[in-house]
């Protein structure tokens, strides 16, 4: 099946009980049973739900995984996955990610005696230096929140993927449409549902997808034992969003690479960061692993203070000045101020994410709305 067809057909079928074509949102918290033990496969709905049940089978087919889980956030779900771990074990991370990725593995899992090493994954050499006997997790975000780099996944996995370390990619920037990190050799494709694949702004959720039985065993066992669980409303608004999937990012695509486009010509941005310009560092690695180069662009200004954003940042209208992405709607923010706040300073500048970054989620409206309103927010500066 094509990923257009699986997007409204995988693991989807009408409801065995009424035969309606929408999978059901069933808003339960247990099951009867006949007798003790006698059911009909589910028994209480942090352990099971048959809306989310559909909802994990969907989206593994679209990362060509065998297992789905589903989470109550991004976050849960990276959580969940750091809970494979154990005192002394070691993570490598991408140095650019998104800042409540860092901030969980570093502020909370630190004090339980998991390291974390933030290399620059591109750098091989920064890359074997950090791996050693303890290492159990790489961590790859691409394209990275927010500095848009990317990191040649089939080139990790094919040295690092063994029995001993878990390789897992964020893939929430690129989406299931654009890229598929199982199919490069990772062990696990990690989600903010939240963004693109729920897509309309009105839901937090994760989802991990996997071939690999024994970590799927391991990550169903511990979303019933922490119970980090999605509920079934939020479930069946993702499988609504789901259908419409590679329409929606198909047109971010398109717009995105020539809002980059644009941007790269205009006198008052000094640098853009998108991986469908020509002149980014990882437009090569972007169109060999990618479908295409995603909705995400950050630029930054040739007057680079706080105060001179700001002004971007506060008089446009289409763009709505928020945190989040991957919605139908475009979406300005300040990375140094809202989604990476919780990185210091210090460690931001070192990837170039300084105060007067600007990220914009680009969405499915007109190109030439959108364009003409980031052009008379910047003719404020
Ligand atoms: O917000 P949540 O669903 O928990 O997802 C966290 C998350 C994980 N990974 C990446 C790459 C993300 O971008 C996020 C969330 N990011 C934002 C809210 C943001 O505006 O960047």
């Given amino acids: 099946m094509k990923f257009a067809t699986k997007v409204i057909h995988a693991g989807i079928e009408p409801d065995p009980s009424t035969g309606a074509i929408m999978t059901p949102i069933y808003q339960t918290s247990t099951y009867v049973q006949d007798a003790p033990g006698k059911h009909k496969g589910y028994e209480y709905a942090r352990t099971q739900n048959p809306t989310r049940t559909v909802l994990e089978n969907n989206v593994a087919a679209l990362e060509n995984g065998k297992y789905g889980i589903a989470f109550s956030s ?33 502020t909370v899992y630190e004090r339980f005696g998991i390291k974390v090493h933030y290399v620059d994954m591109n750098d091989s050499a920064q890359l074997k230096a950090a791996i050693n006997e303890r290492t159990r997790l790489i961590w790859i975000e691409t394209p990275t929140n927010p500095m848009m780099n990317i990191i040649d996944i089939k080139k990790i996995t094919k040295k690092y993927n063994n029995d ?32 693109y694949i729920n897509g309309h702004s009105d839901v937090i959720m994760g989802l991990a997808v996997t071939n690999n ?106 763009f709505a000045l928020a945190e989040s992405l991957g919605g139908v709607e475009s979406l300005i923010g300040h990375p140094a101020s809202m989604t990476h706040a919780s990185i210091p300073k210090k460690e931001r500048m070192k990837v170039g994410l300084t105060d007067s970054l600007i990220r914009l989620s680009v969405g499915v409206e007109d190109y030439d709305d959108l364009r003409e309103d980031l052009a008379a927010a910047l003719a404020k500066i």
Avoid at 79 to 89: H, S, V
Avoid at 164 to 188: H, K, M, R
Avoid at 261 to 282: E, I, Q, R
Avoid at 299 to 305: I, Y
């Fill in 164 to 195: 001993d370390i878990i390789i897992c990619v964020d893939n929430t920037f690129a989406s299931p449409y654009l890229q598929n990190p199982l199919d490069l050799g990772a062990d696990i494709a990690m989600h903010s549902a939240t963004k």
């Fill in 213 to 318: 039985e024994f970590i799927a065993q391991h990550l169903k066992y511990l979303q019933n034992a922490a119970g980090a669980v999605p509920g079934p409303q939020d479930c069946f608004l993702a499988l609504r969003g789901i259908k419409t999937l590679h329409l929606r990012v198909e047109r971010s695509c398109q717009n995105a690479q020539k809002m980059a486009n644009w941007l790269n010509k205009h006198k008052k941005v000094s640098k853009v960061y998108y991986p469908g310009l020509k002149s980014h560092s990882g437009h090569s690695i972007a169109k060999r692993q990618m479908k295409d180069f995603g909705g995400m662009v950050s630029f930054d200004l040739v007057n680079n203070k706080y105060s001179v954003a700001k002004k971007v940042l506060s008089n446009t209208h289409l």
């Fill in 74 to 106: 991004g976050l849960a779900a990276m959580d969940t996955i750091l809970k494979l771990l154990r005192t002394g074990d070691e993570v490598i991370s991408t140095n650019d990610l998104y800042g409540g990725s860092y901030r969980l593995a570093t």
